[in-house]
């Protein structure tokens, strides 16, 4: 059977480049496009292609940001293999993060494609993983990542059952850790992420956000002010009026980077 194919670029150009190439592959069938974000959720969801091209940035959603809201109950053999395609270098890391096959840099050449191919190909079909010279190994694609530097988040995107929310971190207040989730607090509501806080904390920039707690990170921005609640113990209000607890750790977290 072939494999089942989606492409999702914003650029007209690069997906036809992409059609090209996989029109050359008796191997290949290309089940769908999607141009934006969220057309590709919704492809991914109606189609449920083995291999997935994915640019990194696109309008509405970004490629990490789709790869987020696919349905978390699959498992490995029901997942894409996702190979990036972007004209941008410094997203290796998050490629090799989000367990990319293989991170093609526009513009590209077919034998690079090819090369791609193959490691989704393998993937996919759960055959061994091909020499450096039949595509990107994960040790290759580890050294690119970590040449790459990291950028660090500037939004989140939640699912909330059939709706997708794009949260600008300006928004967020703090963020509270609950088991395999986290919230999300704003002033006016409480979000729930699947995700980790010790993996948000990884992504966020250190300059806005810091962590009080174990279970809490807070908006620097958002705090009103420190309060002592017993010996050597704090909690801090913010903005809004929502206090959050403060570790031994915290306090002398937040005594260095707020100077005092």
Known sequence: MPLRVLIADDEELARQLLREFLASLPE????????DGF??????AELKPDVLFLDVQMPK?????VLELLEPSLDAGERPAVIFTTAYDQYALRAFDAHAVDYLLKP?????FLAAWECARRQRLALPAPGAEAGVSPGALAALAGEAQPQPLTRLVVKDGARIHILPLDQLLAIEAQDDYVALHTAEHA???KQTIAG???RLDPARFLRVHRGWIV???AIVRLEPMAKDRFVLLLAGGRR???SRAGYERLKKILGS
């Open 244 to 246: 959050v607890p403060v």
């Open 61 to 65: 959603l970004n490629g990490f940001e």
């Open 219 to 221: 908006n620097l921005a």
């Open 39 to 44: 057309s590709a959720v919704k492809a991914l």
């Open 108 to 112: 590209f050449s077919r034998e690079r």
């Open 191 to 193: 979000w729930l992420k």
């Open 200 to 202: 948000l904390e990884a």
């Open 28 to 35: 290949a069938e290309l089940a769908g496009e999607a141009a």
